[in-house]
Nanobody
């Protein structure tokens, strides 16, 4: 079973930046296809973006051009760099391992002045 732990959330002003991290254990990290999802209060969980083993990425329409997913296989960490944050980006952000169905516990991101 893959264990996932997110970190890096917090409070940021509109237009600001944050970088989230997802640390994975329990498997060969380089072989993991992973995704970032988010869930705002009263809304369904939605895809932020994903990254496959060779590093190719895809993003949800609402974050394209502002968010970037990357991975460091040596450290076993996936990152979500979030720039030009908007109040509507406020949510709990989760990382997900597709093959096992594992989810992290989530990290809160709040964008507010």
């Amino acid at each position: 079973q893959v264990q996932l732990v997110e970190s890096g959330g917090g409070l940021v002003q509109p237009g600001g930046s944050l970088r989230l991290s997802c640390t994975a254990s329990g498997a060969d990290f380089a072989m993991l296809a992973l995704g970032w999802y988010r869930q705002a209060p009263g809304k369904q969980r939605e895809l932020v973006g994903s990254i496959i083993t060779r590093g190719a990425t895809n993003y949800g329409d609402s974050v394209k051009g502002r968010f970037t997913i990357s991975r460091d296989n040596a450290k076993g960490v996936m990152y979500l760099q979030m720039n030009n944050l908007r109040p509507e980006d406020t949510a709990v952000y989760y990382c997900h391992h597709y093959a096992s169905g594992s989810w992290g516990q989530g990290t809160q991101v709040t964008v507010s002045s």
